[in-house]
């Protein structure tokens, strides 16, 4: 590896840093081009070929971008609370002052400004705009960055303390006393009445219209795909299939259009495996015609469209994906804050269990590993639907319930 360059962070773009962002040019297909000179300033010359090392390894896409992006946050973190570069390996000391610095208590920081992460090194990376939690950090979070913080570590040939009993204790201590409740990805699922509401508000005949709408129905039918799924989706990704009954037990029901998706490695799969959904009906008839229209008949299936209504040769990035569905959202009237991209995920599996179709089948579609992921959604779905919530459900009029009860 090439010898590792010590630099401030407020180091101007200088020659150092322009050849470092030409090495992540490298990565123009993995890491986000509009973070690149970012990165550039953040990242060591070391740093830049372990992650160029890990893509030429055939490191996954998300996976790769994720340990980027840690790496950054983790560098320009560590500069400005220890006034030094990131060390390879951590000391134990170090790991348990990131776990310090952003899983604290809320009510110990109104009474001592001093707990949690010091008030300038908030400051420099809000400056950065590597910090926007305005609370302790999401537990996930804290673990993820670790967890990469451990992968580059192993990568590097090093030994850290990552499996020691001091920080095993530390965040089990820290995440209690943070008493930040899990977030859902997205609020509220985008089960079949949101999705109609959606493509609605993108029922028109220009471009962005008929791009938007093949984007949602394909996103949805195909089991809930992930924004990076869809976005990364390609032409040759996209294979026709023979017409299929609309009734598969009546031989005079009408034949419907159908598609299989190659996927390939996904957030749960590995390189070796080739996993396929199936698209059939009105999805498949909608990303037909965008393709048509748009005139694409190889690369990235969904683009981005400039103001003029000019298709893009460059795909829509999975941040786009995201931006997209919130903005059909408030089209539709709907509040964006409730939605986001992921809701397309946990609304595919909340309406097949709505409509009883089997956990099992409906997992063949959305390709979850976990059966406990996916039960819970229908956990949720059938507690809705049964009778055990609903001992009490009448007003207090006087009137008898369904058993007699006042």
């Known amino acids: 590896m090439p010898p590792r360059v010590n630099r401030p962070l407020n180091e101007p773009l200088s020659t150092a840093t322009h050849k470092r962002a030409e090495e992540l040019d490298a990565l123009d297909a993995i890491l986000p081009f509009d973070r690149r000179d970012q ?21 996954g896409h ?7 992006s840690d790496l950054g946050y983790l560098e320009a973190w560590c500069q400005l609370a220890t006034e030094s570069p990131l060390p390879w390996p951590a000391p134990e000391s170090l790991l348990l002052k990131f776990v310090a610095h952003h899983l604290w208590d809320p009510v110990k920081r109104a009474e001592e400004p001093d707990h949690g992460m010091p008030l300038d090194v908030e400051a420099g990376l809000r400056d950065r705009r590597l910090l926007r939690a305005k609370g302790p950090h999401a ?5 993820r960055r670790l967890t990469s913080w451990s992968i580059l570590t192993k990568w590097r040939g090093l030994q850290g303390c990552f499996d020691g009993p001091s920080l095993k204790s530390a965040l089990r201590l820290a995440v209690r006393a943070s008493a930040r409740p899990r977030q859902r990805k997205s609020k509220k699922a985008v089960t079949a009445d949101i999705l109609a509401k959606l493509l609605e508000a993108c029922a028109g005949e220009r471009l962005v219209d008929l791009r ?6 394909a996103a949805f039918a195909s089991g809930g795909r992930r924004r990076s799924e869809v976005a990364a989706l390609r032409v040759d990704d996209l294979v026709d299939e023979d017409p299929v009954r609309a009734d598969p037990n009546d031989a005079a029901s009408p034949s419907l259009p159908c598609l299989s ?38 690369g990235p299936v969904f683009r981005r469209i400039d103001q003029w209504g000019n298709v893009d040769r460059r795909t829509l990035t999975p941040q786009s994906v995201n931006l997209i569905l919130k903005s059909r959202c408030k089209q539709a009237g709907l509040d964006p804050a409730l939605f986001s991209a992921h809701g397309l995920r946990s609304g595919y ?15 063949q579609q959305s390709l979850h590993k976990s059966v406990t992921q996916a039960a819970s959604y229908y956990n949720n779905a059938e507690r809705k639907n049964g009778r055990a919530a609903r001992l009490i459900v009448w007003e207090e009029s ?3 319930g369904p058993n007699g009860a006042q």
């Open 39 to 59: 990165l550039a300033v953040l990242l060591t010359d070391d740093d830049v070929a372990t992650l160029k090392h890990l893509a030429n390894e055939g490191m």
């Open 62 to 68: 998300n996976t790769l971008r994720a340990l980027a």
């Open 139 to 143: 537990p996930d979070t804290v673990r």
């Open 212 to 217: 938007d709408r093949a984007l949602l129905l």
């Open 261 to 298: 998706i190659r996927l390939g490695r996904t957030k749960t799969t590995t390189s070796d495996e080739d996993e396929r959904v199936i698209l059939i009906g009105r999805p498949v008839s909608a990303l037909k015609r965008w393709l048509a229209e748009a005139q694409i008949k190889e």
């Open 349 to 363: 599996l909340t309406e097949a269990a709505n409509r009883g179709i089997p956990l099992p089948e409906a997992m």
């Open 398 to 400: 006087g009137s008898d």
